[in-house]
Structure formats: C-alpha cells, structure tokens
C-alpha cells in the first residue's frame, strides 16, 4: 500500500542519475551528505531539489514545498535553506505555533564550501492550515533569522525525556546525541533550541522518528568546539535532571 501511494503521489524511490546534472548541479550534488543518497528523496534530487538549492545560492531564499500526503490531516513540508545555527529550531517552531506534530524529521546539511541545508518533516495537524500563511511566516523567520515566542524551556518541563546519550565521532569536534522519550508537539522544538542555544552547539543533521506507541527515537549530529565532557555536562543540566522519568 505504501509503495502504492508513493507512487501515485511522485513518491518513489527513483535511482540517481548525476549525468544529468551540468557541472554546477554534480559539484552540489557532490557535495550531499552520504546519508542523503541513500535516502527515499533522492530519487528526486536531480529534478527538484538542485534547483531549490541554486535558487537559495543565488537568491538567499528558501525554498518551501507543503504536500498533504496519505489524508488531509498529514503532510511532508520539504524546504531548501541557508544552513545556519537556530535554522532546525525555527523550522520546528513555526510547525508547532501552526498546530503541527512534527512525527518524523530528517536534515542534511551540504558539505563545504556550501552552507545550505536540505530538510524533510512529516508533520500531522487535527486542525486545517493555512498552507500560505504558513509559508510565508516560515520564509519570513528563516530569511531574517527571526525568534519565536515560545518558551523552549516551559515545553521541556511538560516533556517526557527519558535517556539522553552522547559519544564523540571519529571526526575531531563532531558528535553524536541519542534520545529516547515519550513524543509530544512541540518536543523537536524544545530539543534543538535548547541544544543550540544553552548547549551552544552546532546541529547538522537528524533523525527523528515517532513509534506508533508513541516513543520517539531522536539522533543529533552536531559540532561543536567543546569538549566531550563540557557537552554531557551541559545537556544533563538543561535535559536529564528535572525532565527524565
């Protein structure tokens, strides 16, 4: 059935075909994470996603696709940006204030020299949304790099955090953070401004996914110039102690 409607809604797993890219469109698609050439959307990259990616290039302006998926009460929020910190926590935050429930989220940020970002939300609302109005807060808070006015801190102390891990990744200065937890809107907003804002460090790709029972299962890679130690002394302060069952 899932192959079906993937299919049916231009969906499928396609296989990469960089010959035929010109030269700037294989430099960028080079320049795509690992992870992102062996995900679902890469079937795409060649007739959608180099475009947005040049536009944003040439442009500085994000480029946002909303697409109601299985039912009218889901959707995949597709968006090319200037890869910057605070760009996650923005993106989340604007799901949130319009009433969505970010269920799976994956981000992958381009390698240098670029600074671009490519990110994928499935997103679930019991409410209707104004799909334009939210496109242009969503391009508005992104271009200018504005702030949300919701307290990350206050949605973490309604959160059900449950295990919080970090390790150091081969790459000097890389990391990677494992969290487990009960899902709840507004938890992938929380998260992430809180880690890029108290934690000070530098998200650069994600996955979250949402269990049908509703546990969730988020992985973080960042950067950062801390130490190992500094950052797992940090995120126990702002994410274990007073929020973990």
């Not at 334009?132 to 391009?139: C, I, Y």
Request: some cysteine.
């Amino acid at each position: 059935y899932k192959n079906t409607m993937r299919r049916i809604m231009g969906q499928e797993h396609k296989p990469y075909e960089p010959k035929a890219l010109d030269e700037e469109g294989i430099t960028l698609a080079s320049s795509m994470p690992e992870s992102f050439l062996q995900s679902r959307y890469v079937g795409r990259l060649v007739s959608t996603y180099i475009g947005w990616l040049r536009k944003v290039e040439q442009q500085k302006t994000p480029q946002i696709r909303f697409t109601k998926t299985y039912s009218d009460r889901t959707a995949l929020l597709e968006i090319a940006a200037e890869n910057f910190p605070g760009l996650l926590w923005r993106i989340a935050g604007m799901c949130y204030q319009h009433g969505m429930d970010i269920n799976q989220a994956q981000i992958y940020s381009l390698k240098e020299p670029y600074k671009l970002a490519l990110d994928f939300f499935n997103v679930a609302f019991t409410n209707g949304v104004d799909e334009g109005q939210f496109k242009r807060e969503l391009t508005e808070i992104v271009s200018k790099r504005g702030d949300i006015q919701i307290s990350a801190s206050d949605l973490l102390s309604r959160m059900n955090i449950k295990d919080v891990s970090v390790e150091h990744l081969p790459e000097t200065g890389y990391y990677r953070m494992v969290m487990s937890g009960v899902d709840q809107r507004g938890l992938l907003y929380a998260i992430t401004r809180t880690l890029s804002e108290k934690v000070g460090i530098d998200i650069y790709s994600t996955n979250a996914h949402t269990l049908r029972d509703g546990a969730i299962n988020n992985v973080v890679l960042f950067k950062t110039v801390k130490t190992l130690e500094s950052v797992r002394d940090a995120i126990e302060r702002y994410l274990k102690p007073s929020h973990t069952s």
